[in-house]
């Protein structure tokens, strides 16, 4: 499962700093895709066995996709007509890209992160054994 | 415990330290050089990047009898006194950092990437800045600020 190409919407009121603001839309995109695609806390036994940050496979620096941002000038209800950006541009991503999987194979995938594996199983109306993965 | 002699910053540092002591707590706890983040402690988050000999190296996983005889060089030894260094600034103009725990890594990777390659493309830039995880900024405005700081010292 490869991504190319996120594009995004945001209802924003006044944007007070506009780099800042572009900074939390794309870092909230990219701890989604890290949640859709490749972050994973690994339990077995009731004990975390994902041992460090490289196991748990934070998206680095070239997992990033090409990414287009629209802001959409709605009037907020805070001073100055602002509204909140942050945490609201990580919600619609794992949805969405597990739409694009079903939408493409057919396949209908619940859990997180959505992995080839988890694809591959789909693909044979098998599941990934949640206790061991 | 072992004599050493280490060039930090520009600065010769003469110290007896223990043959396993780690690069990061000489440079943090030691010298009291604590820009130096420790994130991971197994090497591959990048925070703790510093550079050895101008080329950058994770200190958790350095042992100061590996950089006996060489030059470290910290986030500390970036600026010239008040004055950032250009990539600093391009970091502070561009975005390039949200909470600051990567940063002084990001920094140092980056500015070793420009010494080796003035005029990175976009790809060589995320070849070259894979060992340094950020959670905060999603990597788009790191990528623009080492762009930056590239351009800028074309000028």
């Not at chain 1, 940050?53 to 802001?71: A, F, H, M, R, S």
């Not at chain 1, 100055?80 to 945490?87: L, N, P, T, V």
């Amino acid at each position: 499962v490869k991504l190319r190409h996120v594009a995004t919407s945001h209802d924003v009121g006044t944007i007070i700093n506009a780099v800042a603001h572009q900074g939390q839309v794309e870092g909230g995109l990219i701890q989604a895709l890290g949640q859709a695609m490749s972050e994973h806390l690994i339990v077995q036994d009731g004990l975390v066995v994902t041992a460090h940050l490289g196991e748990y496979k934070l998206p680095t620096i070239k997992d990033i996709p090409e990414l287009t941002t629209v802001n959409v000038r709605a009037r907020g209800r805070g001073p100055f007509d602002i509204k909140a950006i942050s945490e609201l541009t990580n919600a619609a991503l794992p949805a969405a890209i597990a739409n694009a999987v079903y939408d493409a194979v057919g396949v209908r995938l619940l859990d997180l992160p959505i992995s080839a594996e988890a694809v591959f199983l789909g693909l044979q109306g098998r599941k990934l054994d949640a206790s061991t993965t | 415990m072992r004599s050493v002699k280490i060039q930090v910053n520009g600065t010769a540092v003469l110290r007896d330290v223990a043959d396993n002591r780690l690069l990061i707590d000489f440079l943090r706890i030691d010298l009291q050089l604590t820009g130096t983040k420790e994130g991971c402690s197994v090497g591959v988050c990048g925070a703790c990047t510093v550079l050895f000999n101008g080329l950058p190296i994770s200190s958790c996983l350095a042992l100061v009898a590996h950089v006996d005889g060489g030059e470290v060089t910290t986030i500390e030894g970036l600026p010239d006194g008040e004055r950032l260094h250009p990539v600093q600034q391009a970091f502070v103009t561009h975005g390039g950092y949200q909470c600051g725990i990567c940063t002084p890594g990001q920094i140092l990777a980056a500015k070793a990437l420009l010494d080796a390659n003035p005029r990175p493309t976009r790809a060589e830039i995320q070849h070259w800045m894979m060992g340094n995880l950020c959670r905060c900024t999603g990597y788009y405005k790191i990528i623009e600020s080492i762009e930056a700081a590239a351009e800028a010292s074309r000028k």
